[in-house]
């Protein structure tokens, strides 16, 4: 499963780069499907990915709210700083529970650690998916999205 | 990684089911970004599902025509069909190894047999994405992405 954290988030930070070459007005255009904007989008995954860790570890959910985190830059940072605390996390106090039933705030229904680690891989996975979409609608290459060829750590 | 499986095919289907309301048109169409059509994405995943399993197995590839699976009905069927085999495969051959590599003819590179599996998943994961965008393009609503929630065998 840590592959599969590793894969979105190598892509998420070559996302990150690609829009660079966006102006502010075209990363946060609202487009059909998906969530909102590119950026939006950006800023959801991670938001999602880190409200379910904490979850798991049955810590409060913290709630970010995208007008605080309305730049590139601050989504990256806000990404980096949260995937840093997962990567801790992953890494020493896992246990990976196919039994055992988490609660969270957010959804009356209870789910095993292992169905959320893969919620969460599945769903950053679709979002990308998404803006492989609208970057071909603004005639523009998206990110490669193959795991395999990738190096991870 | 079986559960990776399980999921994406239980939401394939429920593509095609969902795909029951468009005229033939509308499935055949090309759209921008993703693979072509949306029939032409369910055939797509499939078939290169079916390749990397033969792949893992040293089997030679089976090369399928879209244009001989150019209806729902027919990918369909050939989903279903390649799926019974990959089933049996995942249920009582397989060896994850992440260390010995495979070598498949459509490509130069090598890959672990675990490399590949994380790839067949997150390849389908990405392209139903983009089918979500289509959706609503259409003004239709798309299957529900959510790993949670389902039930699988």
Redesign the interface.
Same mark, same amino acid.
């Given at each position: 499963m840590k592959?599969?954290f590793e894969?979105n988030w190598q892509k998420r930070d070559e996302w990150v780069n690609w829009c660079k070459q966006l102006t502010t007005e075209e990363l946060n255009k609202k487009r059909?499907?998906?969530v909102e904007s590119i950026l939006y989008t950006l800023f959801h995954i991670t938001d999602v990915e880190y409200s379910w860790v904490r979850g798991i570890q049955g810590k409060e959910d913290v709630v970010f709210q995208f007008s605080e985190y309305d730049t590139l830059e601050k989504v990256k940072s806000l990404s980096d700083r949260l995937r840093n605390e997962i990567i801790d996390f992953l890494k020493t106090n896992i246990t990976i529970s196919d039994a055992e039933l988490v609660s969270v705030p957010w959804?009356e229904?209870k789910?095993t650690t292992?169905?959320?680690l893969?919620?969460i891989? %599945?769903?950053e /996975?679709?979002?990308?998916?998404?803006l492989?979409?609208?970057?071909?609608?603004l005639k523009l290459v998206?990110v490669q %999205?193959?795991? /395999?060829?990738r190096k991870f750590n």
């Open positions: 592959k599969f894969y059909v499907g998906g959804d229904n789910y292992d169905d959320i893969h919620h891989v %599945a769903h /996975i679709h979002h990308i998916g998404q492989s979409v609208w970057s071909r609608e998206p %999205a193959n795991f /395999i060829g």
